[in-house]
């Protein structure tokens, strides 16, 4: 399809488009494919028009995501910041590197988000920059990005806690900086987290990064707890490693608890097998990703609630067309979360308020990570984030806190660039390798 060139609008041209990759300091979380490094890369993008205006976006920081964004960055100078269709056909006319594209049926490993495509690749680049277009247009217009997307639909976003089993600290030796959780690596350690979400946050719902141990010390945690939090909504998510037979198992020792089992077996025809021998909902962030697995899943009643990620699935545009997939096929909406900082936060955060059929807590990453590049943190009260009529996103870069993070990564020798959960574990464990699928 050609996409003809917009009437050009006063001061509403892009005129320059700045991409910065940042390292961000990461705590050693664990999961079924190894340990979060210490520094995890994130790509920041401003988008300025001709009048002023400028916008941010934030995605994932990896080299093959760089690779497509620069092109990228460079087309859009010239367009209509408000052409937002535009950017999702300069995408799609970027080449991407077969080697970044993944083989047939290969994982992404590096962030736990199901099979691996070059759409998906473009696609999570475009998502930034239609942030920034949106935040960008905001500023313009002097509208929240809310209201472009339609308006809000409720003023606060409820956010679930987020538990991972994890060391005290990365290993001896290791750049790092420290963090102030501690070790979670049994159920006592898990409800000592859960409890320092709920004081710090006001967290109401929790979920449990599962995968790492074997299914039987998962399901003590769970249940440890469901002990400590009666009746609060739980989620376990083992990414994936077990089998159908240990996920009916899991599912049936825990369906009084679990509001929902998150991606316990890995694909499609595997979850509906669960689906169909429990009666516990099953959610997704791992089989459906993109909008072509969408009708396998929903008709063979693989999935009951899918966690759509702004990130990649597109941006906050194809979220809110997800949801409305969903709504049509009475699946529910929730929203998945990677590491991610304050401008992927104000992002999901908008395009949450303007989802009617968003009826469970979403994930953030965004307590793990210490650093930021906006002058003011966002604030979770009483386990939500408020969503305010200010213009754009409502957030404001901290350059100082931008050129650290950036220097960071320009000092870094490569290692830390790309995301390698399996490396980082080698560390503390030189024989480890991603473990195959289903693990237990
Ligand atoms: O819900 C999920 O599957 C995730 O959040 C995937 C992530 O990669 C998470 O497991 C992590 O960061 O370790
Ligand atoms: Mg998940």
């Not at 077996?265 to 689906?275: D, F, I, Q, R, S």
């Not at 999935?303 to 906050?316: E, I, M, R």
């Not at 998945?336 to 990453?365: F, K, Q, R, Y």
Request: glycine share 10%.
């Amino acid at each position: 399809m050609t996409h003809p060139a917009q009437s050009a609008q006063p001061g509403l041209t892009i005129t320059d488009v700045r991409l910065t990759p940042v390292l961000v300091a990461d705590p050693p979380l664990l999961n079924t494919q190894g340990v979060h490094q210490p520094y995890t890369p994130r790509l920041i993008i401003e988008v300025v028009t001709e009048g002023g205006a400028a916008g941010l976006g934030e995605t994932y920081g990896d080299s093959k995501y760089l690779a497509l964004a620069e092109p990228l960055a460079r087309r859009l100078v010239g367009r209509q910041v408000y052409d937002l269709n535009a950017v999702m056909a300069l995408v799609d006319a970027v080449a991407v590197d077969p080697d970044d594209a993944g083989a047939a049926g290969a994982l992404d490993v590096g962030g736990l988000r199901g099979v691996q495509t070059a759409d998906k690749l473009r696609l999570s680049v475009a998502s930034g920059f239609e942030v920034a277009c949106l935040d960008a247009l905001g500023h313009a217009l002097g509208l929240p990005v809310h209201a472009l997307l339609g308006g809000k639909v409720r003023d606060s976003v409820e956010y679930s806690a987020y538990l991972f089993y994890k060391y005290g600290a990365h290993p001896e030796g290791v750049p790092a900086q420290p963090d102030d959780w501690g070790p979670a690596l049994d159920p006592e350690g898990v409800v000592r987290q859960a409890r320092m979400f709920s004081e710090r946050y006001g967290f109401t719902s929790f979920k449990l990064k599962g995968g790492v141990f074997p299914p039987d010390e998962e399901i003590a945690a769970v249940r440890a707890l469901a002990a400590a939090f009666p009746r609060q909504p739980l989620r376990l998510d083992p990414n994936g490693a077990w089998s159908v037979e240990t996920s009916v198992r899991v599912a049936e020792e825990l369906g009084d608890v679990l509001e929902y089992l998150e991606d316990p077996a890995l694909g499609t025809p595997a979850m509906a097998e669960v689906a169909a021998r429990t009666g516990i909902p099953l959610a997704t962030n791992m089989c459906v990703t993109t909008f072509g697995e969408i009708a396998p899943a929903f008709t063979s009643g693989a999935v009951q609630v899918v966690l759509s990620d702004h990130h990649y699935w597109g941006g906050l545009r194809n979220t809110q067309k997800l949801a409305s997939v969903c709504e049509t096929f009475g699946v529910g909406v929730s929203m998945h979360s990677n590491t991610h900082l304050g401008i992927s936060l104000a992002a999901m955060s908008h395009v949450a308020a303007t989802v009617p059929n968003l009826h469970h807590a979403c994930d953030s990453h965004y307590p793990w990570q210490a650093e930021d590049v906006l002058t003011e943190r966002i604030t979770f009260k009483d386990g939500r984030v408020t969503v305010g009529d200010a213009p754009g996103l409502g957030v404001e870069l901290d350059r100082e806190r931008l050129a650290a993070l950036h220097r960071r990564w320009l000092d870094d020798d490569g290692r830390m660039r790309d995301r390698d959960d399996a490396a980082a574990m080698r560390v503390t464990e030189p024989g480890w390798t991603t473990p195959s699928v289903p693990r237990w």
